[in-house]
């Protein structure tokens, strides 16, 4: 029988740095591609108020021809030659999409590489913001930003029949009031939510 969540406040288990990084440390993350096809990206997963936790996203802004158009998104972007890592190039995009700095936020580490039909290798790093604002965005890029709770994301994941598999692009899928997260956003939050299944499980 698989384990049951909790999932109704004060129920949900409240998620510690030390947990995060514990997991990410013990697990394997998914290889960068070896094919030189990929061009490099990198995005921030952040988690903030351990309390209740929640995910830090944005939607892209409505453009014709943009391949993103109105996608749910996690702050990132391509790394520019100026970056020093992969790393460096997250948290340069961090500040530039939503005003979060380096110093707002205790990384856990790298939790991969996932790969979008579009060629684009992206680098997922993980950590925590302090929920410190305010946040800003570009409305020329930006549509707006979504906090998406954490409880919401592994309910649909239960509910779905998504733990213990990897559905494909089609059935992958998480609602988030007048949106749906789908995609490569979807896979690097299903990952994540089957590292933190043992965490969460209770």
């Given amino acids: 029988m698989k384990p049951t969540l909790h999932l109704k406040q004060p129920e949900f288990r409240p998620i510690g740095f030390a947990d995060l990084q514990a997991v990410i440390r013990e697990n394997d993350a998914p290889p960068a591609p070896e094919t030189g096809s990929y061009k490099p990206a990198c995005v921030f997963l952040l988690v903030f108020n351990p309390e209740n936790p929640h995910i830090l996203a ?8 943009y391949a993103w158009s109105n996608q749910v998104a996690l702050p990132g972007g391509h790394l520019d030659s100026a970056d020093a ?5 997250a ?3 961090l500040e530039e999409e939503v005003n979060i700095r380096r110093d707002q936020v205790r990384l856990l ?3 991969g590489h996932f ?3 579009n060629h684009r290798d992206i680098e997922v790093f993980a950590g925590l913001w302090n929920g410190i604002g305010p946040l800003h965005h570009d409305p020329i890029e930006i549509s707006r930003i979504l906090e998406i709770p954490l409880q919401d994301l592994v309910q649909t994941h239960i509910e779905r029949g998504f733990h213990n598999r990897i559905p494909d692009i089609q059935e992958l899928r998480y609602p988030f ?3 749906e997260v789908w995609g490569a956003t979807a896979r690097i ?10 965490i969460l499980a209770t």
């Fill in 189 to 198: 939050l299903h990952h994540f939510i089957e590292l933190m299944y043992p």
């Fill in 58 to 65: 944005i939607q892209k802004a409505a453009s014709q021809g």
């Fill in 91 to 93: 948290f340069r995009e």
């Fill in 85 to 89: 890592s992969p790393l460096d190039g």
């Fill in 177 to 179: 009031e007048d949106v």
């Fill in 115 to 117: 790969q979008t039909i």
């Fill in 109 to 111: 580490g790298s939790i």
